[in-house]
């Protein structure tokens, strides 16, 4: 088959676009023939570049949300299977430490992931575990379930499990351009709740409106906390969805919390290294809860609002799967505003 693969870490000419095994299925596995795959700052790019201190195993193949058709099935899956769209789940759990038996498999101490610790979606097939698929609703064509089935878990998760939105509910959606922010504005809505989006580019403000956010403000060129006081007449916001972790934004984001909010946060590609004003965390009781990853019953989520209708991915552009080092550039460079996404060629062709 082919597949992009690396040997060493690096700049994109580390990436190769070459022949490969297929590989083979386990008993308990699948085999799928990916249709699309979207590109990550922090879970492609970042992992490319060092390794983003998450231990990949090289020689490696990125990749960490491909979807596309089962094609061959393990000895102890049903041959009814064949044939099935579905998405595959990033984090393979072990299924015998004590979270994945007590019913928290996103705690699992031995969770590996795909595209980081076994080869992922950037190749025409990946093998993945039966258990670690998801189908995709007939509605939805493959590149957005790409989209979808890559943020939509982890922003149930953040808003639902983590922050415990109520209808009615005031959020501001940081990085609200971006793959997950744009899922957080989304979910924030089919939960009832009213948002106010933050954008780094005008570009980005009008996508968050698009995709419906009630008001949007660009933090770039607008204060934001002044901003969000004002439309919120002087009470702050009751949840943020942070996912920057950018050291000259976060203050302003936590800042924007009324008493008692709380601020849900997964992603660091803005540094990761904030600092917190501690007497305003407990004067007003507010809470700063870390969430990445999903639950089933988030997966489980996605798929009923996706089948509704309700939820939608945002493609910037479909590429060749050929073309991955331009499409690394153009998500380093932000030169996009919703996700890359990459196809492989022999699916382009089918399609054309």
């Known amino acids: 088959m082919k597949a992009v693969i690396f040997e060493r870490f690096g700049g994109p000419e580390v990436m190769e676009y070459r022949d490969v095994p297929t590989p083979e299925v386990g008993p308990d596995d699948v085999l799928v023939e990916v249709h699309a795959v979207t590109?990550?700052?922090?879970?492609?790019?970042?992992?490319?570049?060092?390794?983003?201190?998450?231990n990949p195993v090289l020689p490696l193949v990125l990749g960490v949300d491909p979807v596309g058709v089962i094609v061959k099935v393990g000895a102890n899956v049903p041959q009814t299977r064949l044939g099935e769209r579905v998405a595959v789940a990033a984090s393979v759990r072990c299924g015998t430490c004590g979270a994945c038996l007590d019913g928290?498999?996103?705690?699992?101490?031995?969770?590996?992931?795909?595209?980081?610790?076994?080869?992922?979606?950037?190749?025409?097939?990946?093998?993945?575990?039966?258990?670690?698929?998801?189908?995709?609703?007939?509605?939805?064509?493959?590149?957005?379930?790409?989209?979808?089935?890559?943020?939509?878990?982890?922003?149930?998760?953040?808003?639902?499990?983590?922050?415990?939105?109520k209808a009615g509910e005031t959020v501001l959606i940081m990085g609200?351009?971006?793959?997950?922010g744009n899922a957080g504005i989304q979910v924030a809505k089919y939960r009832g709740a009213r948002v106010i989006a933050g954008a780094g580019t005008d570009a980005g403000v009008a996508l968050a409106r698009e995709t419906g956010a009630d008001e949007a403000v660009n933090y770039r060129t607008e204060n934001l906390e002044a901003r969000v006081n004002e439309l919120t007449g002087g009470r702050g916001v009751d949840i943020v969805f942070e996912n920057i972790g950018a050291p000259d934004l976060w203050p302003a984001a936590f800042n924007s919390l009324g008493g008692g909010g709380r601020l849900v946060t997964a992603g660091a590609h803005g540094g990761g290294t904030v600092t917190l004003d501690v007497k305003r965390l407990y004067r007003r009781k507010l809470r700063v809860i870390g969430g990445a990853g999903s639950d089933p019953w988030d997966i489980e989520a996605t798929v009923a609002g996706a089948a509704s209708g309700a939820l939608h991915?945002?493609?910037?552009?479909?590429?060749?799967?050929?073309?991955?080092?331009?499409?690394?550039?153009?998500?380093?460079?932000?030169?996009?505003?919703?996700?890359?996404?990459?196809?492989?060629?022999?699916v382009l062709a089918l399609t054309n």
Not at 42 to 52: P, Q
Not at 317 to 331: W, Y
């Open 39 to 54: 590109v990550n700052r922090a879970l492609d790019i970042h992992v490319r570049e060092s390794g983003d201190g998450r």
């Open 104 to 165: 928290r498999p996103n705690d699992c101490v031995a969770t590996q992931h795909l595209g980081i610790h076994r080869w992922g979606g950037y190749a025409e097939y990946v093998r993945i575990p039966a258990d670690c698929t998801m189908p995709i609703p007939d509605n939805m064509n493959f590149p957005e379930a790409a989209v979808v089935f890559r943020h939509f878990p982890t922003a149930f998760h953040l808003l639902d499990c983590k922050a415990g939105i």
């Open 176 to 180: 609200a351009a971006g793959g997950l």
């Open 313 to 346: 991915g945002a493609i910037d552009r479909v590429l060749p799967l050929s073309e991955v080092a331009e499409a690394h550039r153009l998500v380093t460079e932000r030169e996009v505003t919703g996700k890359v996404v990459l196809v492989p060629e022999r």
